[in-house]
């Protein structure tokens, strides 16, 4: 995205959120990219555009209230936005706690910090199984409290509408409330491994451990993006009938004879 029409979020406006923001960017574009179906959903941080790969025929994107709709970005239009592009607006404002949505009706679920700005992300988890058909994805990005993020917001207490790690979820409590959703895990990447600063000289200079961390310490990245699917216990989709089964021609089968054999024809009785 140019820098002249970038939105301006509490959370992209230091140099360590704008890179937070373009990593997220890059892993929902190629995640998304391979999914296919016919509905898909964002929930919250628009943002983030995180359906612009997708090519499914249905995308939409879900705020909680109209005010966040002043983040809303300029449609992307192939990998870079047009100055008089028309703005991505959502689709319906609802609480994520009780989406107006049938259930097992979405192929894939976005959720760009969702779970840890929701004041119950347990009920915000449900949904999300809820509304996901059989075998449909969920993204789940989140910040890790168990990373330099964490320990710096820890000490410095950023504001309330700032990113903040220390309020985030980390991976390993979101592995277990996926489980017991019957949502499995099938990729996750974490990401930032620098400290949170606001000037981008600073955030060069510390770029080193973003590679350095990736190697070595995978677990303490600053953000995580994970890729579930929802499995059914007992279900199996029913593949079309592309080829049809072969039925083979009946055999010849012997016939019993009504006349006596040779042996047994000049006997008499």
């Not at 961390?213 to 592309?242: D, H, S």
């Amino acid at each position: 995205m140019s820098e002249t029409n970038r939105v301006v979020h509490p959370w992209n406006a230091t140099a360590s959120g704008q890179y937070l923001l373009d990593w997220e960017q890059q892993r929902c574009d190629e995640a998304v990219s391979d999914i296919f179906g016919y509905h898909s959903l964002q929930w919250g941080m628009p943002i983030l555009q995180g359906l612009r790969t997708n090519r499914m025929p249905h995308r939409w994107l879900a705020l909680e209230s109209p005010e966040q709709a002043a983040w809303c970005p300029p449609a992307a239009q192939e990998g870079e936005v047009a100055a008089d592009s028309p703005r991505w607006a959502p689709a319906f404002y609802a609480d994520f706690r009780a989406l107006p949505l049938a259930d097992a009706c979405m192929d894939l679920l976005i959720l760009p910090h969702t779970l840890e700005l929701s004041p119950d992300p347990h009920a915000t988890l449900r949904e999300v199984a809820r509304v996901l058909m059989p075998e449909g994805k969920v993204l789940i990005f989140g910040l890790n409290p168990w990373s330099l993020w964490g320990a710096q917001h820890a000490l410095e207490r950023p504001a309330e509408d700032a990113a903040n790690a220390t309020r985030g979820i980390a991976y390993l409590r979101l592995r277990d409330w996926l489980r017991l959703m019957e949502l499995e895990i099938e990729a996750v990447d974490f990401g930032a491994f620098t400290p949170h600063v606001q000037q981008a000289r600073w955030q060069q200079r510390w770029g080193w451990m973003n590679r350095v961390g990736a190697k070595t310490w995978p677990i303490l990245g600053a953000v995580y993006c994970v890729v579930a699917i929802k499995r059914v216990q007992g279900m199996r989709l029913l593949e079309p009938g592309w080829r049809t089964r072969r039925v083979n021609a009946p055999g010849a089968v012997p016939v019993a004879q009504r006349n006596p054999s040779s042996k047994y024809k000049d006997m008499k009785l």
